[in-house]
C-alpha cells in the first residue's frame, strides 16, 4: 500500500479537527443542540418524503404507468404525490373518529363510576379486615364523589390561572406548527425531484470519494434502504390484518367497542413486539368500564390472537422480510426501546436488520487475493 501525501494531510487534518472538539467539548456539545433544533424540518422532511416516496411509489408502478400523452406524464408525479399524502392524511383521521369518540365517553364513565366503585372497594376492605379499623373508618367517611369533583374543579382553576403555562404551550403549538409546514414543503421538494437529487448526490459521491470507498457507501445505503422499505411496508400490513382480525373477532363474540379497538389494536401494531400488547391493555380497560367477564373473554381472545399472528403473520409477513432472528430483534427492542423510547425501537430495528445483514455478507466474502491485499 502506498501513502500519498494527501492521504498524509488528510488524516492530519482528521486529528486537528478530533483535538480541537475534544479541547473545546463544552462548546461543541452546546452548538450541537441547536444545529438539531435547526435541522429539525429537513430532518421531519426526510422522514415524511420517505414515508410517503413509499406509497407514492406504488401509485406511479401499478396506477399511473402506462399514461400517454405529454400532460398526464407531467401530472403523474403531482397526482400520485397528492394521493399518497391523502391517504396517509385519511387512515390518521379514520383511527382518530373510531378511537377518540370512544374513549371520550369511556373517560366520561369511569368518572361516572369512579365514586360507587371506591365505595364498594372500600367496604369490601373493611368486610375482610384488610385495612385497620382507624384507616378505613377514615375512608369511609370520604364522599369520592364530592373529592373527584373537587380535584377536577383545582385541576381545572389551576390550569385556568396558569397564564405563563397557556403561552408557553401556545408558543410550542406554533412552533411545532412551523415545523410541520416546513417539514411538509421540503418532502414535497425532495419528492418531486427526487431522481435528480438521486443523481447529483451519486455524481458529488463518486467524485470526491475513491472508486472503492463509493462501491462499498453504495452498497451500505442500498442494504439500509432494502430493510428500512421492507421493514416499514411489512409492519403496516401487519397491522392491518392484526387490526382486522382482531375487530371481527370481537364482533363474532359480540364484545363492545369493537371498531374502537380493532383500530386501536392496529395502531399500536406499528411498534413492534409490545405495540399489541399495549393496545390490548388499553382495550381491555375499556371493557372492563362495561363488563369484567367481557373484558375477561378479550384478553383471552387476543392472547390466542398474538400467538396466531406471532407464529404464522409476523415471521412471513415482516420476520422473513428483513432478514433479523427472533433473538436478535427482541434485543433490538429492549435495547432500542430502553435508550430512546418508542423511536428506538422503531428505527433500532431496520438499522439491526441492515447490520446483521452487511456483516453476514462481509463474512460470507471470498477472501481477497495476494494482488488485492497488496492494493
Known amino acids: 500500500m502506498t501513502w500519498h501525501w494527501k492521504t498524509f494531510f488528510g488524516i492530519l487534518g482528521g486529528f486537528f479537527l478530533l483535538y480541537l472538539a475534544i479541547y473545546y467539548w463544552p462548546s461543541v456539545s452546546a452548538f450541537v443542540p441547536v444545529l438539531f433544533s435547526a435541522a429539525a424540518p429537513l430532518l421531519a422532511g426526510l422522514a415524511l418524503a420517505y414515508l410517503v416516496n413509499i406509497l407514492m411509489a406504488f401509485y406511479e408502478r401499478h396506477f399511473l404507468a402506462g399514461v400517454q400523452g405529454k400532460w398526464m406524464r407531467m401530472t403523474r408525479r403531482p397526482v400520485c404525490m397528492l394521493g399518497a399524502m391523502l391517504s396517509i392524511l385519511a387512515i390518521i383521521v379514520l383511527i382518530s373518529a373510531l ?39 377514615l375512608l369511609s367517611g370520604i364522599n369520592w364523589e364530592e373529592r373527584i369533583e373537587q380535584i377536577a374543579g383545582t385541576l381545572v382553576s389551576g390550569v385556568g390561572n396558569m397564564l405563563g403555562a397557556v403561552a408557553a404551550a401556545v408558543t410550542s403549538v406554533i412552533s411545532v406548527v412551523t415545523t410541520a409546514v416546513l417539514a411538509l414543503i421540503f418532502s414535497i421538494y425532495l419528492l418531486a425531484g427526487k431522481e435528480r437529487l438521486a443523481r447529483q448526490s451519486r455524481h458529488f459521491l463518486e467524485h470526491y470519494l475513491p472508486g472503492r470507498w463509493y462501491c462499498r457507501l453504495m452498497s451500505v445505503l442500498s442494504v439500509l434502504n432494502d430493510c428500512f422499505h421492507k421493514f416499514i411496508v411489512g409492519q403496516c400490513i401487519e397491522a392491518v390484518i392484526l387490526g382486522g382480525l ?130
Open 99 to 137: 378511537v377518540v369518540p370512544q374513549l371520550t365517553s369511556c373517560i366520561a364513565l369511569v368518572l361516572e363510576e369512579l365514586p360507587d366503585s371506591l365505595d364498594k372497594l372500600v367496604e369490601l376492605l373493611a368486610e375482610h379486615d384488610i385495612l385497620p379499623e382507624d384507616i378505613t373508618a
Open 246 to 375: 382482531c375487530a371481527l373477532g370481537m364482533l363474532i363474540l359480540r364484545l363492545p367497542y369493537a371498531p374502537m379497538i380493532g383500530a386501536l389494536i392496529g395502531f399500536t401494531a406499528l411498534i413492534p413486539v409490545v405495540g399489541a400488547f399495549i393496545g390490548g391493555a388499553a382495550g381491555a380497560f375499556l371493557i372492563l368500564m362495561v363488563s369484567p367477564v367481557k373484558a375477561l373473554i378479550f384478553l383471552v381472545f387476543l392472547v390466542v390472537l398474538q400467538q396466531l399472528e406471532g407464529n404464522l403473520i409476523y415471521p412471513r409477513v415482516v420476520g422473513t422480510s428483513i432478514g433479523l432472528p427472533g433473538i436478535w430483534v427482541l434485543a433490538v427492542v429492549t435495547i432500542g426501546g430502553g435508550v430512546f423510547g418508542i423511536f428506538g425501537i422503531l428505527i433500532g430495528i431496520p438499522l439491526a436488520a441492515a447490520v446483521y445483514r452487511l456483516i453476514d455478507r462481509d463474512m460470507h466474502r471470498p477472501a481477497p487475493s495476494a494482488e488485492e491485499a497488496q492494493e
